[in-house]
């Protein structure tokens, strides 16, 4: 079976970690739902329940929070053959906290909490992946969360640089500085450092 090129890119991700028939394709792909996002748009705002789980097909998006002050604190950024959304809204159908908004034109193939139960109903292998993912997304957060801890904002920033070489030039500066935690200017002056060695 001939796929288009966003479904095979979900196929090609998935089949990472479970083996699917050529039926058992078909039948996933019946149950995405294709999203197109303009740059600046939002995927998702604070407040409203998460209705989808995301993979990223094509673009870049940031997905991030606001403190009180309105200062955005990004968590993330999800580029294509990433997953991304709220899991604790999605799965808990409880108001999100995060804000997901496309950086570039972006195409997304999102699954539905009633085609997501469905699926595991259907081919309950999908339960397999599905806590892969998860397992995933939980260990990336901890190691995010120990080296905000443990590493200076140079380290921080070299160590997005070796992980994700294929989103540094994607992003804004001004928003690497709210993923790395610092100030703008901060981080020009690190980036100069870096360049440098």
Same mark, same amino acid.
Request: glycine share 4%.
């Given at each position: %079976?001939? @796929?288009?090129?966003?479904?095979? =890119? ?7 970690? /479970?083996?699917?028939? $050529? @039926? ?21 705002? !604070? ?23 309105? !200062? *955005?604190?990004?968590? %993330?950024?999800?580029? $294509? ?6 899991? !604790? ?5 409880? *108001? ?7 950086? $570039? ?8 909490? !009633?085609?997501?139960?469905? =699926? ?38 070299? $160590?997005?640089?070796?992980?994700? *070489? ?15 935690? /610092?100030? *703008? ?11 440098? %060695?």
């Amino acid at each position: %079976m001939k @796929l288009k090129r966003s479904h095979q =890119l979900i196929i090609d991700n998935v089949s990472r970690f /479970i083996d699917l028939t $050529e @039926l058992e394709k078909r039948k996933y792909i019946s149950l995405l739902t294709e999203v197109k996002v303009k740059k600046k748009e939002f995927l998702m705002q !604070a407040g409203e329940i998460a209705k989808y789980e995301y993979f990223i097909t094509e673009g870049c998006l940031k997905v991030y929070t606001l403190d009180e002050d309105g !200062a *955005p604190h990004i968590s %993330m950024f999800a580029v $294509e053959d990433y997953w991304t959304g709220d899991m !604790a809204s999605f799965m808990r159908k409880e *108001p999100s906290h995060y804000f997901i908004k496309a950086t $570039e034109d972006s195409e997304l193939l999102g699954i539905s909490r !009633a085609n997501y139960n469905l =699926l595991f109903q259907e081919i309950p292998k999908f339960e397999r992946f599905y806590r892969i993912l998860y397992q995933k997304s939980l260990i990336s957060y901890i190691r995010r969360s120990n080296h905000g801890i443990s590493l200076t904002a140079e380290e921080r920033y070299i $160590e997005f640089k070796r992980k994700y *070489p294929n989103v540094v030039n994607r992003i804004t500066q001004k928003d690497l500085a709210a993923y790395i935690g /610092i100030t *703008p200017e901060f981080m020009s002056k690190i980036i100069s450092k870096v360049n440098r %060695m």
